[in-house]
């Protein structure tokens, strides 16, 4: 990435005004003026989430959802598993970010991969039911979270698996077994994110729990770029619906 498309990224991530009356239009908002370097900064500041999409269980000839997957750079994680899956649905808000995935498409001749305009607490592809979905680094910026996590509830089939990897802050007493993060952690992240509308979460792990049956959890920290010493928290989670359950 050149300096300048650098310095243009960090702009729009803390300086520039984000406008707009709908969750569609402040999105656009943001990433219009960075879309062309998004991957390549991302790729300094999203953690985990090759991790998270290699270990993600191959649905052969299944059908795949990457609910706020904007540019699809998400979708080189799966390599040469992608030709396996029938379907894959790139769902964005961020017109912006779609355009730069409908180029990927095209440049990589991934004619079963479609980006769609469309909201993630909503969007029901024609092949439902779905057997994997994802949330890569976007629940945190999905307003009514819980409502994009019971919707992926519904649309997945019985034992269909969801992939969530993202920032996030812990309660102040987290279950068993999970980390606990200090009062300056749990402080200081969701106010530096809420200028980018980013808002870590400490209720998603929980939830996540709740909703699905654990296949693989970790949590982490990473380097923020420009931010020297200092560390984000992360999390990845693999879950799948129980096959018989009466939550609904």
Not at 195 to 205: A, E, G, L, R, Y
Not at 212 to 241: C, D, L, N, T, W
Request: net charge positive; no cysteine; proline share 7%.
């Amino acid at each position: 990435m050149s300096l300048s498309t650098e310095f243009k990224v960090l702009y729009h991530m803390l300086l520039a005004p984000i406008r707009g009356h709908s969750h569609a239009e402040r999105l656009d908002s943001f990433y219009r003026g960075q879309a062309q370097g998004y991957d390549t900064f991302r790729e300094r500041l999203l953690h985990g989430r090759g991790e998270m999409w290699r270990a993600l269980p191959l649905s052969e000839h299944g059908l795949l959802i990457d609910m706020g997957g904007g540019t699809g750079a998400n979708l080189l994680y799966l390599e040469d598993a992608l030709a396996h899956y029938r379907k894959v649905y790139i769902v964005d808000l961020a017109i912006s970010l779609l355009q730069v995935a409908k180029q990927r498409v095209q440049a990589h001749g991934w004619r079963h991969v479609v980006p769609v305009a469309a909201d993630a607490t909503t969007f029901v592809p024609p092949e439902a039911p779905v057997d994997v979905i994802t949330f890569s680094y976007s629940l945190t910026m999905i307003p009514d979270w819980f409502k994009a996590l019971d919707h992926a509830w519904k649309l997945l089939r019985p034992g269909g698996i969801i992939g969530v990897v993202d920032f996030y802050v812990s309660r102040k007493y987290p279950h068993d077994n999970q980390v606990r993060h200090g009062w300056l952690t749990r402080t200081f992240w969701p106010l530096w994110f809420a200028f980018d509308n980013v808002f870590p979460n400490p209720d998603h792990i929980p939830y996540l729990h709740h909703r699905f049956e654990p296949v693989q959890f970790a949590e982490s920290r990473a380097r923020m770029p420009y931010m020297p010493g200092v560390r984000v928290p992360y999390y990845h989670f693999i879950g799948r619906k129980p096959r018989h359950s009466a939550i609904t």
